[in-house]
């Protein structure tokens, strides 16, 4: 049987701090405290509709990147946007949703913010607090298992 | 380590989620109460839980169960309920304006609370008056329960509720609570 949701409180409680560390080093403290609160925000709005308690950890994580991603590009100059629009982001990260189900969490996070949100593997380190190595590891590991799965079907 | 979370930006995200009306339940821990520790609980129906000696995980499980996930602690919302009971054990308030939210309670338990309710500062009934007040005389025992699974003491005075022959009989918060709640109000010396 899947885990029930937790309430809020003690999701926050688990997740605050790393989420904390992560926006710090990808946006700077100043940043980092705007966007803290946006992704505690987001999370308490989408909170109700979650249908398990599961993945916790890689699904805020992934609202966090979502935020430093919008948070980048909304400080470039126009001219340097990255190829990609809004939508073709959304989209690459809704194609991920579906595939990377049956990951394991660690591998899971990793693939959704390597391929779906463009972190390096230093920066996922970070995240899923564990290092570059690990996350490259759970990376690759997660997209065999995609093939796999893939090729079974 | 390189960056903290400070308490100033965890308790500004806590203001920021009640006041855009995200929470089902925000809660706080009133720690020194003249009868100790108290958990408060509120919805936008209004106050839903008061809790003695609470253990939170439990409580938040609880509270999340029938109000929904999003129970956050948030001590902007608790404001008026933790005058009122400011106000209470200071000896000047007899009368809470503060509503309670009993909707997740059964109807019968609903229609002895609101019996309940009225039963004033100072004053004292039996478990047998409230259960003939119910509509069933002989639902003593039954109205003990109801009493026992008041989700909001003090507020929902059943330390005013004794047995027949004038003693305390039971509290959900112990007797030396009851005791001192109807000695605070005057009902015994």
Not at chain 1, 40 to 62: C, D, I, M, N, S
Not at chain 1, 101 to 109: D, K, V, W
Not at chain 2, 31 to 55: K, N, S, W, Y
């Amino acid at each position: 049987m899947a885990t029930a949701v937790p309430p809020f409180e003690s999701f926050y409680e688990a997740h605050r701090g790393e989420v904390f560390r992560f926006l710090g080093r990808r946006l700077g403290r100043q940043q980092a405290e705007d966007a803290f609160q946006e992704t505690f925000l987001r999370a308490l709005r989408a909170y109700p509709r979650l249908e398990h308690g599961e993945h916790l950890r890689a699904w805020v994580l992934t609202i966090a990147s979502r935020i430093v991603l919008d948070d980048v590009r909304k400080r470039r100059p126009q001219g340097e946007l990255p190829e990609l629009a809004v939508e073709d982001e959304l989209a690459a990260f809704e194609q991920l949703a579906p595939l990377t189900e049956g990951l394991p969490p660690n591998q899971r996070a990793a693939v959704v913010l390597r391929y779906g949100y463009d972190l390096g593997y230093d920066e996922i380190g970070d995240a899923l607090g564990s290092t570059e190595a690990a996350a490259r590891q759970a990376a690759s590991a997660g997209v065999r298992r995609i093939r796999s799965q893939k090729e079974q079907q | 380590m390189t960056e903290t979370l400070t308490p100033a930006l965890d308790e500004r995200f806590r203001a920021a989620a009640a006041a855009e009306g995200l929470l089902d339940v925000a809660y706080d821990v009133l720690a020194d109460t003249p009868i100790g520790a108290l958990l408060v609980g509120v919805t936008d129906h209004g106050l839903c839980r008061i809790t003695f000696d609470p253990e939170p995980e439990r409580e938040l499980e609880e509270l999340a169960r029938l109000f929904g996930p999003r129970v956050l602690r948030s001590s902007r919302p608790l404001e008026r309920a933790r005058l009122e009971l400011d106000e209470y054990f200071a000896g000047r308030r007899r009368h809470f304006e503060i509503e309670p939210d009993v909707r997740t309670l059964p109807a019968y338990n609903q229609r002895v609370l609101a019996e309940l309710a009225r039963v004033e500062y100072g004053h004292t009934t039996t478990y047998g008056t409230l259960a003939a007040q119910s509509g069933n005389p002989r639902a003593a025992r039954a109205v003990g329960t109801v009493m026992h699974r008041n989700p909001v003491p003090i507020v929902l005075p059943c330390h005013r509720v004794v047995g027949a022959n004038g003693k305390l009989t039971g509290y959900a918060g112990g007797l030396d609570r009851k005791e001192q709640l109807l000695r605070l109000e005057g009902a015994i010396l």
